[in-house]
């Protein structure tokens, strides 16, 4: 079961914390330490890179597990420990040493993970003097541990989950890095788990080594294989539950969830390679052997050519079997690939030993998806084999060109830029763009993981600021479920929901009101202020911005309590504020005739404020690509008509709120509806700024 599902409370006994220590710069504001400790001894495993030139924390852990008597991971990003000569195992036992003391273990029960530069010695120094304040934040925040060993990454990569052994819960967390310098064995990433379930050493290593195998294994960025990929679990046993023993059905379970857990990273990885813009998933069937499948599978998602047509959206599918005919003939392999059968984006394109007629703009437009799937079958065995890999972009070279020196210390000696290299056409068309929504209105509700994410968070806002610069008038309309969910549960209160919405009572009327409107917007107000911006936080109950009377329920359906439907918008208000240049950012919190708050849905609201306001354009940020067919393919454009008769069919849940109020504010004069992957940094410029767009038109 997903921690969606529950709850997001980590593992019983474990406690997480991350500081800033200055290991990117002296001084630097960011956190680049990240501590996992237990408060008993644990079971440990691990599996590490088979880089020969590993780098000094990876020697020390490989040799020790499996083990017991583990107490704690501490991991720094920044400095990679690698590389350096015998200097690099003193480093590693001295922050051992210092985290040690700090917590109150020995040294030989703490275990060191680094990512980062190369060939630098490790500010040892640094780490030990930040121990006090490390273990001294150490608490529930995994979000914040999981911040802190990022590199290149785009995204913060975390994952929880609970099952049932014996009739007791038992809780995982785990978080991930991993950008660039990606390959199978392992696939640079960091990952640690933690659980709660009781387990021998060996028994956990067995099922931590299946589910890497299975996972991080398939993984394919740039070909190069990391010194540092670590892969670390730790179990302590404080569920209470029994002991998983081999091959059991408890065993079973527990491999099933490290799988589930890192399949899920493993994507998220994959994902993010650096500078990219798209998955890429292989599949290849039809040969004898599993590992020569995955060989194959493995040379098509890590061919240059491919990645760079897929950067592209290029249906150029000879360059997808130039890939795999390169691999049988430099492995000697006995493959006749004559017969091989290629479908991309589930369309087939190559059967029978020659090609299959496509419609190749769409193709085009369905490889221009944040998903792209290759599946290839030889037609000549039982066995197949996945690889997961990502497009080749402008930003994988501009990211590795400065990863050691930094951003601009190549600018000297490098040659100028040639001519062709600057992309003219899309520079034109952007700010065509531009000078189309200069002085215009546009209304964006703010949700999903932009919301959680530290770094979406500061790419959406950044984006605020750039829109605000180039004469758009944003308006800002931000929910908070998952924040709100979390704050009730820590009162223990239970969230209930109908039909995509809050049930909402006496009680639960304050937390709203507190978390909207006195912590999100406030964090929100002050991160684009903090980068620029000119925003103003708005309750809907200042200045009867949002005057709001109790929805009432439907025959049949359950009373929502304080959770109310719009009358009115004050539209004056925000004249007000957009002509003096401010960017409202509005908290969905409605003012009711009888002085009642009332829980707002932040779709609904949205809606309803771009169309009082008089917005051109109204955008939805979600935890989706945008609006999907049946089939769960991405639909880039659509018209109200056939949104609405998909209603309760395709579209359910929570997207029917966000469907209506797409409808209602077509109705009342919105010109066009835009719904997008808030998951992908800067969506926002992209789909308004460019004529391909990244998610759902609707008009």
Not at 206 to 219: H, M, R, S, V, Y
Not at 263 to 287: N, P, Q, Y
Not at 398 to 420: D, L, M, Q, V
Not at 555 to 584: Q, S, T
Request: charged share 20%; proline share 5%.
């Amino acid at each position: 079961m997903t921690a969606a599902a529950k709850s997001f409370a980590p593992p019983i006994g474990f406690r997480f914390g991350a500081v800033a220590a200055g290991i990117r710069e002296p001084g630097g504001a960011r956190r680049d330490v990240a501590l996992i400790a237990s408060d008993r001894p644990c079971a440990a495993a691990g599996v590490f890179t088979v880089n020969r030139m590993c780098a000094a924390p990876v020697r020390y852990a490989a040799a020790r597990l499996p083990a017991e008597g583990i107490r704690a991971i501490v991991a720094n990003s920044g400095n990679a420990n690698a590389l350096v000569g015998p200097l690099g195992a003193a480093d590693e036992r001295a922050v051992a040493n210092a985290i040690a003391r700090a917590l109150g273990v020995e040294a030989d029960q703490v275990l060191t993970a680094s990512t980062g530069a190369i060939g630098i010695r490790l500010p040892a120094d640094r780490i030990a003097a930040a121990a006090p304040a490390l273990v001294a934040a150490l608490g529930d925040d995994v979000a914040g541990a999981a911040e802190a060993i990022r590199t290149t990454d785009l995204r913060t990569k975390l994952v929880f989950r609970e099952i049932e052994i014996g009739g007791e819960a038992v809780r995982f967390a785990a978080i991930a890095k991993g950008s660039g310098m990606i390959h199978p064995q392992m696939a640079t990433m960091l990952c640690f788990i933690a659980t709660d379930a009781r387990i021998a050493p060996t028994t956990l290593q067995g099922a931590l080594a299946a589910a890497a195998d299975e996972t991080f294994n398939t993984i394919t960025v740039d070909g190069d294989m990391s010194t540092n990929d670590a892969l670390i679990a730790l179990a302590n046993g404080a569920s209470g539950a029994p002991t998983v023993e081999p091959q059991s059905a408890a065993f079973e379970k527990v491999q099933a969830t490290l799988t589930e857990m890192c399949a899920e990273l493993a994507r998220a990885i994959a994902a993010d390679g650096e500078g990219a813009t798209k998955l890429l998933v292989v599949d290849v069937a039809g040969v004898a052997d599993r590992a020569v499948a995955r060989e194959l599978a493995r040379a098509v998602a890590g061919g240059s050519l491919v990645k760079s047509g897929l950067f592209g959206g290029d249906p150029s599918w000879g360059r997808i079997l130039a890939a795999l005919g390169a691999r049988i003939g430099a492995r000697g392999l006995p493959i006749d690939p004559a017969g091989v059968t290629l479908d991309v984006q589930g369309v087939r394109v190559y059967e029978q030993g020659g090609p299959v007629a496509f419609d190749k703009d769409d193709l085009s437009a369905r490889m221009h998806k944040p998903e792209v799937t290759v599946r290839l079958d030889l037609g000549q065995g039982p066995a197949s084999g996945r690889a997961l890999g990502c497009d080749l972009t402008f930003d994988y070279v501009k990211i590795n060109a400065e990863y050691y020196s930094g951003p601009g210390a190549a600018s000297a000696t490098a040659p100028h830029r040639a001519p062709g290299g600057v992309n003219r056409p899309l520079i034109v068309e952007a700010l065509s763009y531009i000078r189309k929504f200069a002085g215009k209105r546009a209304v964006i509700k703010y949700g999903g993981a932009a919301m959680i994410d530290p770094a979406l968070k500061r790419s959406f806002a950044e984006e605020m600021v750039l829109l605000q610069s180039a004469g758009l008038r944003p308006v800002i309309v931000h929910g908070g479920g998952p924040e709100i969910t979390k704050t009730l549960e820590s009162l223990g209160r239970k969230s209930e929901f109908a039909d995509g919405q809050r049930i909402t009572g006496a009680e639960e009327i304050r937390v709203v009101e507190m978390v909207l409107t006195g912590r999100i917007n406030t964090e929100i107000v002050g991160l684009i202020n903090s980068l620029g911006g000119n925003a103003i936080g708005l309750s809907g109950k200042d200045g009867r911005l949002l005057q709001a009377h109790k929805l009432m329920p439907a025959p049949g359906k359950p009373d929502l309590g304080f959770v109310g439907e719009i009358e009115a918008v004050n539209a004056d208000l925000l004249d007000m504020f957009l002509e003096r240049g401010y960017l409202p950012v509005i908290s969905p919190v409605g003012f009711g005739s009888d002085g009642a708050s009332y829980n707002i849905n932040a779709d609904l609201a949205a809606g309803e404020i771009a169309a009082a306001c008089g917005a051109e354009r109204l955008i939805f940020l979600t935890d989706v690509a945008g609006i999907l067919d049946d089939e769960g393919n991405l639909i880039s454009q659509i018209k109200a008509a056939e949104l609405e008769a998909r209603l309760g069919k395709g579209i359910k849940g929570g997207m029917m709120v966000k469907a209506q109020a797409i409808l209602d504010a077509l109705a009342d004069g919105v010109s066009a509806v835009h719904v997008i992957d808030g998951r992908t940094p800067h969506s926002v410029v992209a789909e308004l700024f460019t004529d391909r767009g990244v998610g759902t038109l609707v008009t």
